[in-house]
């Protein structure tokens, strides 16, 4: 089957082809020709880890990001292609084991179940906490209210991604574990309580991916926000990484044109829309159509900011940042966070210690201007909020880890500096302690942190 091939054009004479989208997960790994190509060895363990963990790359990934000369060490092969590192040593040997055996596919899934229960699939009590009821006291799917002006809503049909990133923390609802998905298609009841929570000024539309959602599907959810019950919804956020692995999104695929002109109708009826976008290396920013998605989105209106986790093997070096948020700036997107890894999935391999993490973020601030220096971070995105690593530090004679708070389950917690234990291996909030002579932290007092 051949489909028709549009040409976009950018003012400045570049010119971008457009691209059918072509995935491979874990049954066709074979099929795609630079996997073929590596060694024997080196497949296997791919092959073992991709049993376990959700793996999905497109062909625009695999021909344009991937350096295939430089493999393993690679940061977009590491992004988004399995290692064997990334599941703990007995728990890959018990794996290879059935591979080895030729056991068949229902004995791999009930290891790999198992398997996945012990990564912690859910991670801050995601599914338990912050899930609003409406009037009748149901518990409203697809919803998440954990910061007061903030509201998470997942589409149901934007929970899978272009390609999935082999730390996501959001793995466990990508590998079909039904109990574990937090979904829903009901705008009717998201709209519901939206109406009835004026506090509410942030709408936040993520997943997996919405940019995933045909046009016609996205404006359902946005179209009905610029009625007048909606003015308290000042904000109106994208969660996405498409920039990164499919910016063919906003550039060439046949609704494109219909995604940029619903978003500039949302801002022109008023509404900022800001498209949180998801990137890891300065590399997801070099390609032509990633420049001309970038453009095209800025047209609309819409701001760009950017997020992602520091990560082993991927990201943890100053100058790699440093160089994203330089590019980043240029190219018109703001930075606001530098996340730390989240402690699900393959996180042992990704980890870096929370006072490494603070160096590198500090470094790489160093290495740029004021206007690259708004990314918040390091942050942990924890049970009790977003706890930011402000630095290391000492008070008579003790060393300290200064921490603040830059959202809390608690807005009274919000901005408020508090002190850790220096320990130069934490990775994460609950692997510190408080100073000495105290025993909690202030807001290990309050019960809804549990
Ligand atoms: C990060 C986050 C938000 C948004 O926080 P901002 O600091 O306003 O960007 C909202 N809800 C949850 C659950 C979050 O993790
Ligand atoms: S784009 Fe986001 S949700 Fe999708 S796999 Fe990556 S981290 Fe997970």
Redesign the pocket.
Known sequence: MSSVIRLFRDPAGGRVESRDFKVFNERSLDRIAAFSRLPEAMRFDMRVVASVLPFRVNEYVIEELIDWSRIPEDPIFQLTFPQRGMLEPEAFERMAQLHRAGADRSEIALLAAELRQGLNPHPAGQLEF?RPRGDDGQIIEGL?H??RE?V?FFPSQGQTCHSYCTFCFRWAQFVGDKELRIASNQATEMLAYLRAHPEVS?L?ITGGDPMVMKTRNLAQYLEPLLAPEYESIRNIRIGTKALTFWPYRFVTDADADDLLRLLERMVTAGKNVAIMAHYNHWRELDTPVARAAIRRVRETGATLRSQGPLLAHINDDPDVWARLWREQVSLGIHPYYMFVERDTGARHYFEVPLVRAWEIYRDALRGVSGLARTARGPSM?AGPG?VEIQGVTEFRGEKLLALRF??ARNPEWVQKPFFARYDAEATWLDQLRPPRGEDRFFFEDDSATA
Do not use: A, H, I, R
């Open positions: 912050n998440q954990k910061y903030t998470l942030d936040l995105s977003k830059v959202q």
